[in-house]
């Protein structure tokens, strides 16, 4: 089950989805004494990074954690961890503690069970916010790429997977669907008329490895509250 929320501006999105953020991370706190977030890359979330980093929650008791990355290091201009510590880690979230998928000096994959490892430790996640891409990629799950069969197996054990694009820059590493659809609460953080369409094209599509978003939207385990403007 899918529910859309339509903003007509960006402000009131953010307004929004900071306070929806920040009351699963509190809920998730006052059962649980933590509570794990994990984001996405990109252009979209800097603006929402940003908003969070001075909401006033007890930021020492959560997790900050990627979706994905590209397997570079973390000084790299093309780095979500660094994209994350310079917008989301600071301000009052500076008291946040993070969990990074790059290992230095470790071939991506060679490295999938160690960042798998790494993973479990806040395991299960709370939030995971998603972006799309113009071609329904969410997260490093890329169309018609040859892992997406092992990335989509609900039988692995592994969270997190090795993927190399073939449209895209950078090898990569990524949750697996099983990974992504294990968080108590997926969000999908989409702007723009050209996302809108992507979007309900990937609701009716039954082919997930042409439209792997379609692997998330229409799965039978949990919702995802989708957030546009």
């Known amino acids: 089950m899918n529910s859309l929320k339509f903003f007509s501006s960006k402000e009131q999105l953010l307004e929004e989805l900071c306070f929806h953020i920040s009351q699963i991370l509190e809920e998730g706190i006052n059962q649980n004494g933590s509570a794990s977030l994990l984001v996405s890359g990109g252009s ?41 510590k310079e917008n989301l880690l600071q301000n009052k ?13 470790k071939d991506v994959d ?5 960042v798998s490892k790494k993973y479990k430790t806040i395991y299960p996640f709370d939030i995971v916010v ?15 790429n040859k892992k ?10 592994n969270l997190c997977i090795s993927i190399t694009p073939d449209t895209a820059p950078y090898k990569r590493m990524s949750l697996t ?13 989409i702007e723009g008329e050209e996302k809108l369409k992507v979007y309900e094209e990937a609701l009716k599509s039954n082919d997930i490895f042409k439209t792997p978003i379609s692997a998330v939207l229409n799965n ?10």
Do not use: C
């Open 130 to 144: 998603l972006g799309m891409g113009n071609d329904s990629h969410t997260a490093s799950l890329f169309p018609n």
């Open 177 to 189: 669907l099983g990974g992504i659809l294990s968080a108590k609460n997926i969000i999908l953080h």
């Open 44 to 84: 979209t979330p800097k603006p929402l990074f940003e908003k969070l980093s001075i909401i006033d929650i007890s930021w020492e008791k959560v997790t900050i954690a990627l979706v994905d990355e590209r397997w570079v290091p973390n000084t790299n201009k093309d780095s979500n961890e660094l994209l994350v």
């Open 93 to 105: 979230a500076s008291k946040a503690k993070f969990v990074g998928m790059y290992i230095e000096n």
């Open 148 to 157: 997406l069969k092992e990335a989509y197996d609900l039988e692995n054990e």
């Open 110 to 114: 060679k490295a999938q069970s160690e």
């Open 220 to 229: 039978k385990k949990t919702d995802v509250e989708v957030y546009h403007t």
